[in-house]
Structures are given as C-alpha cells and as structure tokens.
C-alpha cells in the first residue's frame, strides 16, 4: 500500500502566495526605531532599581541582614539583583533578536509594556516597601516579597518539587486517559453512546467536590490529590479529542479505505493529526485547570506544596510569604505553558503561516 501521507491532505499547508502575503505583514523595524525600544525597556526597570536605592527608608521598619553563600544579603540588596538580573536579561534577549526581523518587531512591540512594568514595580516599591503607605501587613512590596527566598530557601524548594511531582503526576495521567478516551468516544459511535454523557455529566462537577470521596478511597493524601487533577484535566482534554476525531473529514477517510488501509491506519495517520489543533486545545485548558486544582488540593490536606506553604505562611500572618508563593506560582505556570506552547508549535509546525505567522 503507499504511503498516504503522500497522498491525503491531513496536514494542509498554505498556498506559497498566502505564505509571502503573510511574510510581507511582518513591520519591518528599523535600527533607529530598534534602539529606542531597546533603551525603553531598560530604562523603566533601571528606575525601580534608583527608585529602591534613593528613596530612604521609614524609620520603623527592621532590615535584617542574612548570610547566603557567604555574601551578607537584605531584601533590598536581593531585589536590586533580581531586577538587574532581569535588565540583563532583557538585554541579551534584546540584542539576539536583533538579527531576525520577526523578532525584531516581537522585541520592539513589547517594549513600552516592560517599561510601564518597570515604572509599576517602582512604585510599588516605595508604596509598599520604602513609605508603607499600603496596608501593612497585607501588602508587602516587592522587595520585601523576597525575603522568604533569604529566610528558608530550602524549604520553599522542598515546596516546589513536592507541587511539580504532584502536578506532573496527575497532570501526564489526564493527559494519557483524556487523549485515550477521546480518540475512543470519537472514533466508535457504541463507545460514544455510553460514555459521552458519562463524560459530560463529570465534567460540570468541579474537582474540588471529589475532595471527601478522594480522601476516603485513596489511601494518602498524594494519591487523591492526583485523582482530584485527573479528573479535572480528563474532561477537557477527552471531549476536544473527541470532538477533533469527529470532525475529520469523510473524503479522507474513504480515500484512506479505498488504497486498503485498516481501522489502526485510519486511526493514528488520518484522524489524529486531523485532531492534534483540538487535542493541544485541551491540553492547554486542562493546564489552568490542573494548576488551580493542585494549589487546592494542597491547601486541603497535603502534607508539602505552594498551597501547603500559603496555608502555613496565613497562619503566621506573613503575608509577604503569601506573595511570594504567588510570584513562583506565576513564574512556574508561565514556563509550563511556555513549554506546552514549545511542543504545539513542533507538532503542528504545518500551521504557521496558515493561521499565524
């Protein structure tokens, strides 16, 4: 039989006319235009760092000293290196894009966004840090939201890697049973009859409401925080998958079984890449929902995590230690989503330039 990924169009691509259409509304920047952007996105992070070293300090406010690695660090001293850390950032990024017009014109687009976030965080610095104009202790600034990372390091590492086992964890298994049971529902209609509305009818019922069941059923709290995030990224995924299946044209299909090709081949190289745009879809809904389900599930009896360590840091009232939680969920959920976006853009590299250039 011959190959018919030769043959079927299951990964339509643009025509070359569209592809150079699409090219030629890429704004070209000019090095001028480049530099000013540039400066711009570092200037506005420069002022939080002057804004944190100039403007003094209210008298009542207690800075202690910490030792790391044999360098005396405050939180201010911290906070002046994290945010030069991040100009440097932004310069090397800045500097390679450059080079390629595209991302160029990404760098110089975002610019005045990174210089208003510059200007914020140094406001919020004086306001919350400097002059505790803000109500204390419920809105530290952003120095001060550093300091958990000077106090227990350690323990907020501990935190991290208990979430992520749990995360990935629960989240791969939703991943597998939610593309597996989509391509089922999808691709056999007796399948579909009876778990469709099964699907349908867990679907609406948020995962938090399995918390008593899980913990009864599951002998540790891991094991049920696992199932709570199982559940919640199932449905997601399965019902787009499902859907993605569905909508696979019928003119391939018949192609695909006049050339001989069997339910297996008709299956896994004509539906599947029919569905992978609706199966990334749900990957990616399933991501927030996860992530939302996991900080509860660890607020709800887990013995390690960010939710964990919020529970633990409200207790104290030390809200700054709230924040922080807050700032490496942020910054982890960026990089997972990140991460998913990398694999989307790999698997459907035929897209770019049809959709989106």
Known sequence: MRNLTEILPSTPLPEV???????NRTKIITAGQWWFNFA?????????????????????VEIKTYTVAGFNLTFNTLYRLVTGAVILLYMAIGIFSYFDPDRRAKFTGRAP???????????WDISGTKLLLLPQPFFPGPARILEPFLIEADFILENILYSLRLFFVGFSLSVILGIGTGILIGWFSRVYYWFYPVLKMTGVIPAVAWMPFALTLFPTPFMAAVFLIVICGWFSIASLTAQGIQSTPKSQLEVARTL???TLYLVCHVAIPQAMPQIFTGISNATGFAFTTLVMAEMMGQPGGLGYYINLSKVWSAYYKVFASILVMAILFSLIMKIIGLIRARVLRWQKGWVKE
């Not at 006319?17 to 090219?23: I, S």
């Not at 711009?40 to 009542?60: D, E, P, R, S, Y």
């Not at 966004?113 to 406001?123: E, P, Q």
């Open 17 to 23: 006319a569209e592809e150079k259409q699409l090219r």
């Open 40 to 60: 711009l996105t570092l200037v506005g992070f420069a002022v939080a760092i002057a804004a944190n070293i100039f403007v003094k300090q209210v008298a009542n």
């Open 113 to 123: 966004f990174r210089f208003v976030m510059g200007l914020v965080l140094a406001a």
């Open 260 to 262: 001989g090709a069997k």
